[in-house]
T-cell receptor
Framework: NAGVTQTPKFRVLKTGQSMTLLCAQD?????MYWYRQDPGMGLRLIHYSVGEGTTAKGEVPDGYNVSRLKKQNFLLGLESAAPSQTSVYFC?????????????FGPGTRLTVL | AQSVAQPEDQVNVAEGNPLTVKCTYS??????LFWYVQYPNRGLQFLLKYITGDNLVKGSYGFEAEFNKSQTSFHLKKPSALVSDSALYFCAVRDGGGSYIPTFGRGTSLIVHP
């Protein structure tokens, strides 16, 4: 099992450009999450999904959109990138069947917006 | 609402000495508590979790955590630190009777000196 994978690993954008980050999991998990990690801020939840076809806003959703068309994939989109979106982005998944759900994280995508 | 605090940005300890990384939490119901570790340029990895029962939870790599309901704490401990334990540690909490989405602390950088 590959677990949770993220594409791409690194990306440099110019202000105003758009891009999509792809997260894939092969564990048949119901829940998927997108976080951003910034120095001193810990992990902040951007959006999450509790099942195929569903999405919900997290703590810092502005400037991002997501889609979960297939159970195994969770896409994070930046329509018009801004320097404030320079960050490391992590995707995670969990079983989502209730109870103390352990999250499994991808290796991260380092995004720089110039 | 649920929240978690990691009061120390950084913990320094000498190799071979015991280590403690602190975490306190707030939930309205029964807590599910987690510790994750992040090594440089990697995603987060699950260490251990508390669900119910024994207040001392044992996890990966020799780590353990003690749940204290009266002090609303879940401190991470290890009897003898290794240089390879140097990493960023995150505490997370989920309200057992509420949202399935956990809240993460800001992280504590553990530095183990040779």
């Amino acid at each position: 099992n590959a677990g949770v994978t993220q594409t791409p690993k690194f990306r440099v954008l110019k202000t105003g450009q758009s891009m999509t980050l792809l997260c894939a999991q092969d564990m048949n998990h119901e829940y998927m999450y997108w976080y951003r990690q910034d120095p001193g801020m810990g992990l902040r939840l951007i959006h999450y999904s509790v099942g195929e076809g569903t999405t919900a806003k997290g703590e810092v959703p502005d400037g991002y959109n997501v889609s979960r068309l297939k159970k195994q994939n969770f896409l994070l989109g930046l329509e018009s990138a801004a320097p404030s979106q320079t960050s490391v982005y992590f995707c995670a998944s969990s079983r989502g069947l209730g109870g103390p759900d352990t999250q499994y994280f991808g290796p991260g995508t380092r995004l720089t917006v110039l | 609402a649920q929240s978690v605090a990691q009061p120390e940005d950084q913990v320094n300890v000498a190799e071979g000495n015991p280590l403690t990384v602190k975490c306190t939490y707030s939930v309205s119901g029964n807590p599910y508590l987690f510790w994750y570790v992040q090594y440089p340029n990697r995603g987060l990895q699950f260490l251990l979790k508390y669900i119910t029962g024994d207040n001392l939870v044992k996890g990966s790599y020799g780590f353990e955590a003690e749940f204290n309901k009266s002090q609303t704490s879940f401190h991470l401990k290890k009897p003898s630190a290794l240089v390879s334990d140097s990493a960023l540690y995150f505490c997370a909490v989920r309200d057992g009777g509420g949202s399935y989405i956990p809240t993460f602390g800001r992280g504590t950088s553990l530095i183990v000196h040779p």
